[in-house]
Each structure stands twice: as structure tokens, then as C-alpha cells.
């Protein structure tokens, strides 16, 4: 009976539930092309250490070059007997090349490689995430430039409270962005340690250089503690943390869209191509996109608990259980790149009912700081005393049917004696708007700073 590549102490065949159990080959294929680009890695720093022939080296570059191939091309026979990807590419080459196929693995364990193999994966994602990210930003950005001036209920508690501009609203998510984008930056930072050469869990016997696998890999250096380093997915955790934050933002904005194109808002319309039609209601029109996305966001949250869930009772080093650590993983990757893709196309292909906007203004009596504002400076009063005086205001302005905004000098009189009529000035919303005029604030004035230092930070970013 031949025996399985991994399988020194196991005399009989598996059971086939312990197969089907133990197969991670149908997802962690995914990593096919980390798991060569570590092999050619290593084949290179065995064969610069004497521990491997150049003959055996050359064999092995040229036979993992075409297994590539093989798999690429679709050529590539997956066999559920092999347990894994590793042990798929490692048999294969083995075919290609005979014995030196079996030296391969010399200096090195699956669990160093494994853990290389996927450490690269999430590294390479999470820059193709920073880069969709970086065009989220642009779309935002671009749209919040074509409206710093249109006036938009600023809510809290979901009810009328300030007049803001539209711009400045979307200029809010681009900062979530921003942290989301610098999120990814510093997991790539944090995690460019390799560890190739840790083997099993205490490092190898064989003169190995971990500094020039590293180097051919692309990390900054190799990890310090074997042990650890076998056993860590901190990496794997921080983009599934990394990504439920991004898709937290992207719901939380899908939410504002449902809620801004219906048609008690009316405050956007989107395209008919991120919009569907009903089975039965012909009238209908549905925000499907930003509802799905809104969905979505609860995958990537259930992928970060269950790994979290996964490593919690995990005695060091290696342990089977972090079989279940790649498929939320690359579940939450791709979720999160289509998301940001589609949310990008949804934003510019966006249209802004500027007047329902502004409409809506004018119910809620936004500018009721601004009246108890004005009180304190220039009537002199204590800001309390202002604040219950224009809760009267308001009373007032319901009885007659009015906004705040809306009321004459005379009707303030009534309440307020003696007060001036630059009142009425205060009271006009965009006024009211462009009053707020601190740093970070909501006037045009300030939206405009904030989007051009938005455009300053996205010009000091390259792609990864």
C-alpha cells in the first residue's frame, strides 16, 4: 500500500468521513500561486546553502514553473486524497521530477508554509482592498465638490437638527474611508514578517537563511518566535476585523441611500442599472444594491467571530482547528472587493434632487440654535435662559403653521420684545450654514477645505 506524502505513522486508510472532514483542498487551492511562490523561494535559499544540488534546484524551479502552468491553464488534476494544496503541488512536482521533488520540503513544516502561504494572500488583498478603497474616497469626493452649497437637513436621532450641506454630509463618510484605507495600510506594516523556515514550531536543524527568503518574498523580515509564529492569525483576524469596519460604513451609507431615494425623501434617484424592478408591482423601483451591500455587511461580521470563536481556546503552536481560518477569509475579501466596487458605480451614477433638499429644510426649524445664539450675543443672555426663550419660539411657529425660518420680525415679537431685526438673517438656513464656519465645520467655506485636503491626502497615495 503506498503511502499518503504526510502520513509516516499511519499504517491503515482514513475513513472517508475523516476525508470529507480533513479535505481543505476544494478552498485552499486559492493560495496556488502563494504556495509556488514560497516553494520557488525556498528551493532557492536551499540551494544557496548547500542543503540542496543546483541540479535539484533547477528541477524544481522548472517543474513548480509548470504545475503553474498546469493549474492556470486548468490542466491541473485535484485529487481530494492530497488533503490540501500543498500536498497537491507537492505530489505533482514529485510526478514531474522525481525524488528531488521529495526534497523540497526539506527545512520546512506545513505549518510554516502554510502559514507563509496565507499571510502573502491576505497581505496582497489587503493592498487591492486599500486600492478600491482609495476610488470609494474619489467618487465621494467628486460628488461632494458638485454640492457644498446644497443645503441638506443635518440630522440626530434620525430628526431635523441643523442645516448642513450635502457636500459636507458625504465629506463625513470620506473620512470613515480615509481610517478604513490606513487600516489596511498598517495591517500591511504590522504583518510583513515571514515565516518561512519556523517549521514545525521551533525552527530547523538545517543551516537555513530566513533573511533571504524573506527578502525574495517581499516582507520586511522574518518573524522573531517560531512558536508563535506558526500558530498566529492575528493577520487573518485584523483584515476580517479591518473589513466588517469597512462594510460598517458602507452599510451605514447604503442605509441613508434606501432611506434618501424613497419617496417621503426624494433626496436622490439612483440609476436604473443599481436599481430593480418588482415580480408584481410594475410601479416599483427598489434600491437593491445599497440593501444588498447593507446585507453583506452581516457576512463579514459572522466571519470575524468565527475565527475569533476558532483561535480563542488554541494552546500553542499549531493546531488542526486553523483549518477554519481561510474560507470567511476569502469570503470576506471577496465580498468586501465587490462592494467597494459596486458602491464606487452606484456614488457617480447617483443623481442629487438638489431642491427636495433644500425643500426639507424648511420643516424641523433648523436654525433654532441659531436663534438661541443670537440671544446670548446680542442680547447678553445666559444660553438657558435663550434656549427655553426659542423653545416658546418654536411653539409659536407650530401654532401658526410655520418653520422657525420662516416667521416674521412681528411674530417674534411676540415672544421675544425688543428683539432686532437681524434676526431674521439668523434665521435663514443657509445662513445658518454657512455660520458654521470653525474648522471642520459645515459652511461652504469648510467643506471646501475639507475636500481639498481630502484631494491632498489621495495625491500623497500610491497604489500599493
Not at 369 to 380: H, I, P, R, S
Request: charged share 25%; hydrophobic share 40%; aromatic share 6%.
Amino acid at each position: 500500500m503506498s503511502k499518503k506524502i504526510a502520513s509516516a505513522r499511519i499504517s491503515t486508510s482514513s475513513s472517508e468521513l475523516l476525508k470529507e472532514l480533513n479535505n481543505s483542498l476544494p478552498f485552499d487551492k486559492e493560495l496556488y500561486q502563494e504556495d509556488i511562490k514560497g516553494s520557488l523561494a525556498h528551493s532557492t535559499m536551499l540551494m544557496k546553502q548547500g542543503i540542496i544540488s543546483q541540479k535539484d534546484y533547477e528541477d524544481i524551479q522548472k517543474g513548480l514553473r509548470q504545475i503553474l502552468d498546469e493549474i492556470e491553464s486548468g490542466e491541473f488534476n485535484f485529487d481530494s486524497d492530497d488533503e490540501d494544496i500543498h500536498m497537491a503541488i507537492e505530489k505533482r512536482l514529485t510526478q514531474i521530477i522525481g525524488d528531488a521533488g521529495k526534497r523540497l520540503h526539506t527545512a520546512r513544516s506545513r505549518n510554516d508554509q502554510v502559514a507563509t502561504d496565507f499571510r502573502l494572500y491576505i497581505l496582497k488583498n489587503a493592498k487591492e482592498l486599500g486600492n478600491l478603497t482609495i476610488g470609494v474616497i474619489e467618487a465621494f469626493v467628486n460628488l461632494a465638490s458638485k454640492n457644498t452649497d446644497t443645503l441638506l437637513p443635518g440630522m440626530t436621532h434620525l430628526q431635523h437638527a441643523q442645516p448642513i450641506n450635502f457636500g459636507y454630509h458625504l465629506m463625513a463618510y470620506v473620512q470613515m474611508f480615509i481610517r478604513d484605507y490606513e487600516r489596511f495600510e498598517s495591517l500591511i506594516d504590522r504583518n510583513s514578517l515571514s515565516p518561512l523556515g519556523c517549521a514545525a514550531l521551533a525552527g530547523t536543524t538545517y543551516p537555513i537563511d530566513r533573511e533571504l527568503t524573506s527578502q525574495i518574498l517581499g516582507f520586511k523580515a522574518p518573524s522573531s518566535n517560531c512558536l508563535d509564529t506558526v500558530s498566529d492569525r492575528d493577520f487573518a483576524l485584523e483584515i476580517l476585523f479591518d473589513i466588517a469596519t469597512l462594510m460598517m460604513h458602507i452599510s451605514r451609507f447604503s442605509e441613508e441611500v434606501i432611506l434618501w431615494s424613497s419617496s417621503e425623501f426624494a433626496f436622490v434617484k439612483l440609476s436604473d442599472s443599481h436599481s430593480t424592478g418588482s415580480s408584481i408591482m410594475p410601479q416599483k423601483k427598489n434600491p437593491d444594491i445599497p440593501e444588498l451591500l447593507r446585507g453583506k455587511t452581516g457576512r463579514a461580521y459572522g466571519n470575524l467571530m468565527s475565527l475569533l470563536t476558532v483561535m480563542k481556546g488554541l494552546p500553542l503552536a499549531y493546531n488542526k482547528d486553523t483549518q477554519e481560518d481561510k474560507e470567511g477569509v476569502f469570503d470576506s475579501i471577496k465580498t468586501a472587493k465587490l462592494s467597494l466596487q459596486v458602491l464606487k458605480e452606484m456614488v457617480e451614477q447617483m443623481s442629487v434632487n438638489k431642491d427636495a433638499m433644500q425643500k426639507a429644510c424648511n420643516s424641523g426649524h433648523l436654525s433654532a440654535t441659531d436663534l438661541a445664539d443670537f440671544l446670548v450675543k446680542e442680547q447678553g443672555m445666559a444660553f438657558r435662559d435663550a434656549y427655553h426663550i426659542v423653545g416658546d419660539v418654536v411653539n409659536r411657529a407650530e401654532e401658526l403653521g410655520k418653520d422657525v425660518s420662516e416667521l416674521s420680525i412681528d411674530e417674534l415679537i411676540e415672544i421675544v420684545p425688543n428683539i432686532d431685526e437681524k434676526a431674521i438673517e439668523v434665521l435663514d438656513n443657509r445662513a445658518c450654514m454657512n455660520a458654521r464656519d470653525s474648522f471642520g465645520g459645515t459652511s461652504s467655506k469648510q467643506t471646501k477645505i475639507q475636500i481639498e485636503l481630502a484631494k491632498k491626502w489621495l495625491n500623497s497615495k500610491e497604489d500599493f
